[in-house]
T-cell receptor, first 115, second 113 residues
Framework: AQKITQTQPGMFVQEKEAVTLDCTYD???????LFWYKQPSSGEMIFLIY??????QNATEGRYSLNFQKARKSANLVISASQLGDSAMYFC????????????FGKGTRLHILP | DAGITQSPRHKVTETGTPVTLRCHQT?????MYWYRQDPGHGLRLIHY???????DKGEVSDGYSVSRSKTEDFLLTLESATSSQTSVYFC????????????FGPGTRLLVL
């Protein structure tokens, strides 16, 4: 069974609108971490945001926030006021229980920002 | 920028030849990782290291070996390259109290003919 599911293979959004990229995860471990990465067309992987399973508050980093709904096992990335430079592939990932060999990536969502 | 470089950045090789990819970091990170990225699969962990001479297997380790004789260098070796190992290879390090942040190198594009 897939541990990380990103159901939106592609999205088109108008510039300046907010964007929500979906991510659901599956784990029975009470301790885990959730990550989001951005991969522009140039190919590099850029770390965006991290949420620990015990964190009380939703993580935020500038225009990025992580909508963490633990009961629903959901960790959606929200980008406020989208920009053309946000066009990229976005990956959700999970690390279970502090075990470094259990870092699992979703298959990604390609985001296109329209002018 | 976590000071991670990968070499070579691009390589074309033939089936059956050995290939070694190098990951170099300058900030004394303990944990280092090798991933491969393929269309439709996202990133998959090949091997990782939690210290000098301490390595372990990831999800897709068959056909790959690693070595870490110095903190700063993590080598990935394809003993006998196959066409199925054509991929983009990323090295990563993790940092933070709980290793909660991973930073990636620029990637190596490998083509096995």
């Amino acid at each position: 069974a897939q541990k990380i599911t990103q159901t939106q293979p592609g999205m088109f959004v108008q510039e300046k609108e907010a964007v929500t990229l979906d991510c659901t995860y599956d784990t029975s471990d009470p301790s885990y971490g959730l990550f989001w990465y951005k991969q522009p067309s140039s190919g590099e992987m850029i770390f965006l945001i991290y949420q620990g399973s015990y964190d009380q508050q939703n993580a935020t980093e500038g225009r990025y926030s992580l909508n963490f709904q633990k009961a629903r096992k959901s960790a959606n990335l929200v980008i406020s006021a989208s920009q053309l430079g946000d066009s990229a592939m976005y990956f959700c990932a999970m690390r279970e229980g502090g075990r470094d060999d259990k870092i699992i990536f979703g298959k990604g969502t390609r985001l296109h920002i329209l002018p | 920028d976590a000071g991670i470089t990968q070499s070579p950045r691009h390589k074309v090789t033939e089936t059956g030849t050995p290939v070694t990819l190098r990951c170099h970091q300058t900030e004394n990170h303990r944990y280092m990782y090798w991933y491969r990225q393929d269309p439709g699969h996202g990133l998959r962990l090949i091997h990782y290291s939690y210290g000098v001479k301490d390595t372990d297997k990831g999800e897709v380790s068959d056909g790959y070996s690693v070595s870490r004789s110095k903190t700063e260098d993590f080598l990935l070796t394809l003993e006998s390259a196959t066409s199925s190992q054509t991929s983009v290879y990323f090295c990563a390090i993790s940092e933070g109290t709980y290793q909660e942040t991973q930073y990636f190198g620029p990637g190596t594009r490998l083509l096995v003919l």
